[in-house]
């Protein structure tokens, strides 16, 4: 995997757990604005819309909550 692709994986996965772009740019040092393109990118890549956004919410699809389930315990493991 190319650290590119391993970056962006960890910031898709903050989203996810933080359920906020905002917390997310804030908890990993960066803009909101670069937390949505990074995420944008990887639901690219993957050809997958993997969080449902609201001007107030960030939920998982079911495919994101598939992705968490795979990610979790391998970025655990790391």
Not at 49 to 72: C, D, F, H, M, P
């Amino acid at each position: 995997m190319r650290r590119e692709n391993f970056s962006d994986l960890a910031v898709f996965l903050t989203v996810a757990e933080e359920r906020s772009f905002t917390r997310a740019a804030n908890k990993l040092g960066t803009s909101q604005s670069a937390v949505s393109q990074v995420v944008r990118r990887v639901e690219d890549s993957m050809g997958l819309k993997l969080l449902t956004r609201t001007t107030r919410n960030v939920s998982l699809t079911e495919a994101g909550e598939q992705l968490i389930t795979t990610l979790r315990p391998a970025f655990d493991d790391i």
